[in-house]
């Protein structure tokens, strides 16, 4: 692993550059893998999660009303365990999509290429 600021090569294990004594990261962690967390990802992750617990919390109220008829075409008009299950399944993969979806758009917005520092 190189130090980021005098470019050093360091062994992998090391936790300080062994010339400049700059902190490399933990061992494993992911700015060890050059992986840095900033606050349009930070930003991003906690919108996904806050719109992903509306969308779930509102989901059975408003789906029924659209998906009904539908699942009434499918399985049969009624109470049916696998039109239930189904509906379940579909609300949960609606949630998770448009959290990924939140969370795409807010990262997309915060990490504009910006000119990189020489
Ligand atoms: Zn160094």
Redesign the pocket.
Known sequence: MN??????S?PPDQKF??????F?GMPGSLARLGIHFDLGQGIGCVGGVLVGLIVASALPYIYPIFSARILDIIFGPGPSTLRDGFNTNFMTACTCLSSFLVAGVVSLAFNRRKKPVQ
């Not at 550059?17 to 700059?22: G, S």
């Open positions: 130090c980021p600021k005098c470019g050093t360091n550059c062994i010339n400049c004594k700059t490399l």
